[in-house]
């Protein structure tokens, strides 16, 4: 995709908001330290970020072991101004207040980070302390195999481990089977997990997907109307959570989760449903990262001829070879090359 330059109209407009966002932060700071000096705000306490709505987020607290207390009520809290932005999944020290918001006062250091690019190249995090990503594909809107390798790269990039949820199944037949297949069986083959589901499935029909996810904390990716919100309702048995149709003019998704959130699972751990997008940029990582990303790269790395080898053309290269005999896709590779040719690049969405 094309990079994305800033006019000085909107290069003024990212500055204003900038500005507001600095004097709202330290109009906040005056009113916690009124609370202080009022002994308004409890002791410090660690918490877990379940929600994350603009300059307030959702705080459950966690027990001695640093474990969410799921039966305890979630508190509305401010941030203090100092803190990095924090996202749905990070454990915090912060005080609550009986009759306002409370305060978020430190972050507690992050095992992991999800991250995608926004409309203006910035990373924006999207969720933290995840240990596995469910990329959720489905029938409608069609599945993309460049997006599914995208999040793929950024998974094994984390360390994270990922898996394929094939939402929707019931409505696979003779007209789309043969489809489905090609799109899943080079994931299959690569060794990657591959679970089938629907959304009007009860929580006993999801057993398998409950059993992946357990004890874990997991997040739920894709594309806008695969399903995600759908799942989680099915799963936790709650009809309250939100659900999209899709556009009836194009069959993509709409928009419903405008945040990420995360729910507590009956078979233990958590779930971030995440919002859901169309592109998810990987400009922010290196070449080398991005050939470790592929897992059928690398047995082949570091055999190429030269050493300073692009794997485009160049003879004696060992990727190129491997594609010859059949060890790496087409499909894959084309993929590969299309994610490196935006490497560098702010793309938009």
């Given at each position: 995709?094309?990079?994305?330059?800033?006019?000085?109209?909107?290069?003024?407009?990212?500055?204003?908001?900038?500005e507001?966002?600095?004097?709202?932060?330290?109009r906040?700071?005056?009113?916690?330290d009124?609370?202080?000096?009022?002994?308004?705000?409890?002791?410090?306490?660690?918490?877990?970020?379940?929600a994350h709505?603009?300059?307030?987020?959702d705080?459950?607290?966690?027990?001695?072991?640093?474990?969410?207390e799921?039966?305890?009520?979630v508190?509305?809290c401010?941030?203090?101004?100092?803190?990095d932005?924090l996202?749905?999944?990070?454990?915090?020290?912060?005080?609550?207040?009986?009759?306002?918001?409370?305060?978020?006062?430190?972050?507690?250091?992050?095992?992991?980070?999800?991250?995608?690019?926004?409309?203006?190249?910035?990373?924006?995090?999207?969720?933290a302390?995840?240990?596995r990503i469910v990329?959720?594909?489905?029938?409608?809107?069609?599945?993309?195999?460049?997006?599914?390798?995208?999040?793929?790269?950024a998974a094994?990039?984390l360390?994270?481990?990922?898996?394929?949820?094939?939402?929707?199944?019931?409505?696979?037949?003779?007209?789309?089977?043969a489809?489905?297949?090609a799109?899943?069986?080079?994931?299959?083959?690569?060794g990657y997990?591959?679970?089938?589901?629907?959304?009007?499935?009860?929580?006993?029909d999801?057993?398998d997907?409950l059993?992946?996810?357990?004890?874990?904390?997991?997040?739920?990716?894709?594309q806008?109307?695969?399903?995600k919100?759908?799942?989680?309702?099915?799963?936790?048995?709650d009809a309250?959570?939100?659900v999209?149709?899709?556009?009836?003019?194009?069959?993509?998704?709409?928009?419903?989760?405008?945040?990420?959130?995360?729910?507590?699972l009956?078979?233990?751990?958590?779930?971030?449903?995440s919002?859901?997008?169309?592109e998810?940029g990987?400009?922010h990582?290196s070449?080398?990262?991005?050939?470790?990303?592929?897992?059928e790269?690398r047995?082949?790395?570091?055999h190429?001829?030269?050493r300073?080898?692009?794997h485009?053309?160049e003879?004696?290269?060992?990727?190129?070879?491997?594609?010859q005999e059949?060890?790496?896709s087409?499909?894959?590779?084309?993929?590969?090359?299309?994610?490196r040719a935006?490497?560098n690049?702010?793309?938009?969405?």
């Amino acid at each position: 995709m094309a990079k994305r330059k800033l006019n000085r109209r909107q290069q003024w407009r990212i500055k204003k908001i900038q500005e507001e966002k600095t004097q709202r932060a330290h109009r906040r700071d005056s009113q916690v330290d009124q609370q202080l000096a009022n002994n308004a705000l409890g002791d410090e306490q660690t918490g877990l970020i379940i929600a994350h709505y603009g300059q307030q987020i959702d705080v459950q607290a966690c027990d001695a072991n640093g474990q969410p207390e799921t039966q305890t009520p979630v508190h509305r809290c401010y941030v203090r101004a100092n803190l990095d932005a924090l996202v749905t999944g990070d454990r915090v020290v912060w005080r609550a207040a009986e009759d306002e918001c409370g305060i978020i006062e430190a972050r507690l250091p992050r095992n992991s980070l999800l991250q995608r690019p926004d409309n203006f190249g910035q990373l924006k995090p999207v969720a933290a302390n995840i240990d596995r990503i469910v990329i959720v594909v489905a029938v409608e809107p069609e599945p993309h195999a460049n997006l599914i390798d995208r999040y793929l790269v950024a998974a094994e990039t984390l360390d994270i481990q990922p898996t394929l949820l094939l939402n929707k199944a019931d409505l696979i037949g003779s007209h789309n089977r043969a489809t489905l297949d090609a799109l899943i069986a080079p994931y299959r083959a690569l060794g990657y997990e591959v679970l089938l589901t629907t959304a009007q499935s009860s929580r006993d029909d999801n057993s398998d997907l409950l059993s992946w996810l357990a004890h874990h904390t997991s997040v739920f990716v894709g594309q806008s109307g695969v399903g995600k919100s759908s799942l989680i309702s099915s799963i936790l048995g709650d009809a309250s959570i939100k659900v999209g149709e899709l556009s009836q003019n194009t069959r993509k998704g709409t928009h419903t989760t405008t945040t990420a959130r995360l729910f507590h699972l009956p078979s233990g751990g958590q779930l971030v449903d995440s919002p859901g997008i169309r592109e998810f940029g990987l400009w922010h990582i290196s070449e080398e990262e991005l050939l470790q990303g592929f897992v059928e790269f690398r047995p082949h790395l570091g055999h190429c001829k030269f050493r300073d080898c692009r794997h485009i053309d160049e003879p004696g290269c060992a990727i190129k070879t491997a594609l010859q005999e059949g060890k790496i896709s087409p499909r894959r590779m084309a993929s590969f090359e299309r994610i490196r040719a935006t490497l560098n690049e702010k793309e938009t969405f």
